[in-house]
């Protein structure tokens, strides 16, 4: 590590540092490890771990070789007005089986909650009420997901098993077995005239910013076996319009919804969305990027890059993801 800024410099932003410098310290004690704003050699910083990072933790880092996010989401580098052109080196995101079957779990729940009509049964369950609902088949059911990358697709290897009919819509076209693929602006109507339950893992870009607007619930299926269309988004709050939802739900154009992200976090509490019927908010926790699953993976990418290696999940500057 002689000739090369081999040292890490956290700059978390919301989030609590000491797990990340931590899990550094557990895994690697011959690395220097900075905590932003306390940075006493930055000439020594080689790897920057962000996640929101301030402004002035990008200037002045004379030698760096790489950007890790620390989430799947890259856009809090990429797209925020707040910080300085970025140094021209990679950005590295999150690809981690510890993430990826956490958001599984929340995706397969929310979509089990509102095919199996959970948020009725519950408010009968407080009015003391007994009333069996009809209920469709999952072969019935055609659920969508939007965004077929890491996440996207994993989820969609768990709901074809229950088996619901799956599509994915994605700029590229896929192929994975039983998964309809639709692929880019021409065939997204198509993908939503046939979505009963539409879950959005897309990142947030240029193109994605606002994308789920009361248009694109208009276009969601109108004849399937659920009572309505559902939405379910857990990739960013920038992708949604919240007072469409809002319509949307009041009006019936969606029949429910469950969110994770929010345009503004924490949500308002003032928001209609928290006490809104079907509607299930969680407060951005579908996939917890843990410290020490996600540092094992930055320190390996490490080590891979000064042995010589190119560094693996780099984003497209330009596609912005
Ligand atoms: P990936 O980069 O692996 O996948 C992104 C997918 O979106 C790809 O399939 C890509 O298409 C598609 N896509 C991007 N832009 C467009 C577009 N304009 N039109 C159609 N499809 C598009 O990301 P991940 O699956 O790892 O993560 C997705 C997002 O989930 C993250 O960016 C983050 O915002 C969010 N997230 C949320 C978390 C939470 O706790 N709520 C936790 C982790 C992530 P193609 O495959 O053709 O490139
Ligand atoms: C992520 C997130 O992008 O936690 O990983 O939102």
Redesign the pocket.
């Known amino acids: 590590m002689a000739d090369r800024a081999g040292a890490i410099l956290i700059a978390s932003g919301p989030w609590d540092p000491i797990p990340w410098f931590d899990a550094v310290r557990a895994m690697d004690q011959a690395r220097d490890v900075f905590v932003w704003p306390n940075l006493p050699e930055p000439d020594a910083v080689g790897y920057l771990m962000a996640w929101y990072p301030p402004a002035a933790a990008l200037q002045g880092l004379p030698r760096l070789e790489a950007i890790f996010s620390l ?5 809090h580098i990429v797209f925020n007005d707040d910080l300085p052109e970025l140094p021209d080196v990679p950005t590295v ?3 981690s089986s510890d ?1 990826t079957r956490r ?1 599984t779990e ?1 995706v397969v729940l929310q979509v089990l909650l509102h095919h199996r009509q959970q948020p009725n049964y519950l408010r009968q369950q407080r009015d003391r009420r007994w009333k069996e609902r009809r209920q469709p088949a999952a072969a019935d059911v055609r659920v969508g997901i ?8 994993a989820a969609a290897h768990a709901l074809v098993p229950l088996g619901f009919q799956v599509a ?5 076209r ?1 192929t994975h077995l039983g998964v309809e693929s639709f ?3 021409a065939e997204r109507e198509a993908f939503l005239a046939r979505t009963d339950i539409l879950v959005c ?5 240029r ?2 910013r606002g994308i789920l607007s009361m248009p694109l619930f208009e276009s969601l299926a109108r004849d399937g076996r659920l009572p309505g269309p559902v939405l379910i988004n ?3 709050g920038g992708l949604q319009i919240e007072a469409d939802i809002v319509d949307a739900l009041q009006r019936s154009v969606l029949a429910g919804a469950s969110l ?2 929010f345009e503004r976090e924490p949500l308002d509490s003032r928001s209609p969305l928290w006490a809104l019927d079907n509607v299930v908010v969680t407060p ?6 843990n410290p020490e699953a996600l540092t094992r993976l930055i320190l390996d990418q490490i080590l891979a890059h000064e042995a010589g290696r190119p560094f693996d999940n780099v984003i497209d500057a330009d ?1 912005g ?1």
Do not use: N, Q
């Open positions: 989430g799947a989401g890259v856009e995101r999150v690809v993430l958001m929340w939007m965004g077929m990358g890491v996440l996207g697709a994915g819509w994605s700029r590229r896929k692929a880019g602006p893992l897309l990142p947030l870009t193109e994605t857990a990739g960013r994770d992200v951005h926790c579908a996939a917890w990027s596609a993801y």
